[in-house]
């Protein structure tokens, strides 16, 4: 049986967020530490699952699949006697991907190590992953985005595997996310003000908005009733559970989600955070 991300690891239940949201995105960049393959048939298995609950179920015979390494419609590429792929398996790939998959809604192209793919491979691959049939979708593993082309990043959606000395969300974040459980204005204001004064650069913006996203999303959980996983940030979660209305933290999560996606773009620390201000003030209504 193949490797999957544990049920407990904080980017399981992000991809679980994003399922139940159905903002799971055709292309993605998993970077940071860990075993990022796993991590890829974890997401391939929320593409693919056949449950009208939570994704991935794990039980439905497409996760079964994904799971024992045999579903015809994940495809890993990788080839384990050569440094880089061989120019004939990408333009192959580039033929199949027009091909419609065999069982599932989605065909799911599992790139294990991205250190394989030089800069003729991703140009040759940029074309579908930009303008591929809707079906197709794309997880490309690397230690950091960084080792990809921007235009591959630029049309990709960066989620982290943490390893254990950054599971912890940053204090900025859970200082945030106390402003927010407080459903005031000014508190919240006036801290993301000082973030912008302060100079924060944009990796950090990103990384400090998936923190708090991630606490918001446990929020969530809590007022559904849902124990949150081992390690989530109960503190800062609960607060937000017991001081937001359920409609309110809904908002929030969703435009801390899209906020940290923003900063995956060539944005302004500042017009991100003057951004979410306004969209605060507008969910505080």
Same mark, same amino acid.
């Given at each position: 049986? +193949? ?8 980017? =399981? %239940? ?5 399922? *139940? !949201?159905?903002? /799971? ?111 197709? +979708? ?8 960084? =080792? %990809? ?5 630029? *049309? !990709?959606?960066? /989620? ?126």
């Amino acid at each position: 049986m +193949a490797q999957l991300l544990s049920e407990k690891d904080p980017l =399981a %239940l992000h991809i679980r967020q994003l399922a *139940r !949201c159905g903002n /799971l995105p055709h292309a993605v960049i998993l970077s940071g530490t860990g075993d990022r393959p796993a991590a890829g048939r974890y997401l391939a298995a929320a593409l693919l699952c056949q449950s009208g609950g939570e994704r991935p179920c794990m039980a439905c015979p497409a996760c079964r699949k994904v799971a024992q390494d045999i579903h015809p419609d994940v495809i890993t590429v990788r080839e384990s006697d050569r440094r880089e792929l061989a120019v004939d398996t990408v333009r192959a790939l580039r033929q199949d991907v027009y091909i419609r998959p065999n069982e599932g809604a989605r065909k799911v192209y599992l790139f294990a190590d991205c250190g394989q793919l030089n800069e003729r491979d991703q140009n040759v691959l940029l074309k579908i992953v930009e303008e591929g049939p809707p079906y197709a +979708a794309f997880i490309f593993c690397a230690e950091s985005a960084a =080792a %990809l082309l921007p235009t591959i990043r630029s *049309r !990709c959606v960066e /989620l982290k595997l943490r390893g254990e000395d950054d599971a912890q969300p940053s204090d900025r974040a859970l200082e945030l996310c106390r402003a927010f459980a407080g459903g005031e204005l000014l508190p919240v204001a006036e801290l993301l003000v000082s973030l912008e004064n302060g100079r924060i650069k944009r990796e950090q913006l990103q990384s400090l908005l998936e923190d708090a996203w991630r606490i918001a999303a446990q929020a969530l959980l809590l007022r559904a009733g849902k124990a949150p996983a081992p390690g989530a940030p109960d503190e800062a979660a609960a607060a937000m559970s017991r001081g937001l209305s359920g409609a309110r933290l809904q908002k929030l999560t969703d435009c801390l989600r899209y906020y940290a996606e923003e900063c995956r773009c060539n944005v302004g620390p500042g017009h991100v955070l003057g951004a979410l201000i306004a969209q605060w003030e507008t969910i505080l209504g």
